[in-house]
């Protein structure tokens, strides 16, 4: 099994994020790489794995830059002065987790091939360097106002008032600063670095934001803003206390970043679509990693994931939940509330589910079974780049394998309800029949 899921290294630690781990982690880094800097976020176990992922690259020979507590987006554009950039994060992950991720210079994370060879790497016997090639460290306190500056180069300035919600995140270095020094009266909650998050769970999901949309409405504030643990994410509450879906944000940014070309993974919904008549639309994996590499090869104006993650290539390759979070702000005072964007936004009534199966069944196989079962003579598109995305006239159905149980996860969508409830049921009982087939 890879150690390598959609986002870096990632697990429970002491479990499957060790300080030996990281240790050959760093080993295998610095075998290709000898000028790297290194961030974490503020999580329990950081400076554990800090600590032994920078004694192996001293000993093979790197020289390792320290910046301390950053937000991924930060590390990620320190890294454009070095070889390569490791965080470790866990990201919107609970605190028991820990992480590392890889970064090249030009803000992308690591390839699915350069993700190969690293874990090839951190799997062989590898020889440090001599004692006379060890390497060195140092330790940087200015990236996060490089970060800071780059932003505030890129938007213009305005007095908004806004309620942040840190999550006790590594957000709290950063964002509340940039916002106050663009002009915006900010509010602050759980803007504490803590690795416990006590405040509330890292993933900025609607069901952890009571507090940021409460705060929004009693103080009459024009936005709320909220990130995860390494503020890579970012998501909104509007001027009324209500979350902004991620479809909705994305379509909020699509109206004014878009001009050719976006790119996002193959759930997003028609609104999107609906909202960029005449713009390419490039589908990809599920994955920010994904998007972010789709975005470059075809040089989209614009890419994203409705869990929160916003790639702007001007900016950087990396999803950047700081420059985001900035860019609304700028947006939402030169646009209007951004209550009244969204309920001018189409709406299409849209269906989830998913259907277990024993552990004893083939995942690849049951999808492949699956795939040969749906009918497409009458599809406008076909999409297999994660399960199987169907595009109708009027609606689309998603089957896909869940990457963490066996499970086979059903989206459908439509124009109404009527033909949601068609495609739907006519997926999930193709999807029922096949899994009751390949069951022992």
Known sequence: ?????????????????????????????????????????????????ENALVSGLLAMGARVTRVGLVSTPTLAYAARNYDCGVMITASHNP???????????DGMAFSL?????????????????????MGTESFRQDAVREHMDAILKNVEHYPLKVVVDCGCGAATTITPYVLREMGCSVITLNGQPDGFFPAREPEPVEENLDGLKKTVIATGADLGIAHDGDADRMMAVDDE??????????????????????VCPVDVSMVVGKSVNGVKIYR?????AFVSEEAKSVGADFGGETSGTWIFPKMSYCPDGIYAAAKLVELVSKNGRLSDAVDALPRYPIKRSGIKFSHSVDKAKLMEVVKGAIDVKDAKDVNTLDGMR????SGWI??????????????????????????????????KRCVKACEP
């Open 1 to 49: 099994m890879s150690l390598f899921g959609s986002s870096g290294i990632r697990g429970i630690v002491n479990e499957l994020i060790t300080p030996e781990l990281a240790l050959k982690a760093g080993r295998a880094v610095g075998l290709a790489n000898k000028n790297v800097v290194v961030g974490r976020d503020p999580r329990t176990s950081g400076p554990m794995i």
């Open 95 to 105: 605190p028991e987790y820990n992480g590392l991720k890889f970064w090249n210079p």
């Open 113 to 133: 091939h350069q993700q190969d060879e690293l874990e090839k790497a951190i799997n062989s016997d590898i020889k440090g360097a001599s004692w006379q090639g």
């Open 241 to 262: 206390g209500r979350f902004v879906s991620g479809d909705e944000l994305m379509a909020y940014f699509c109206q004014y970043e878009v001009k050719y070309s976006l």
């Open 284 to 288: 990809t994996r599920i994955g920010d």
């Open 390 to 393: 169907v595009e109708y006239g």
């Open 398 to 431: 998603l089957v896909r394998p869940s990457g963490t149980e066996p499970k086979i996860r059903i989206t459908a969508e439509a124009e109404d309800v009527d033909t949601l409830t068609e495609l739907f049921n006519r997926t999930e009982s193709i999807v």
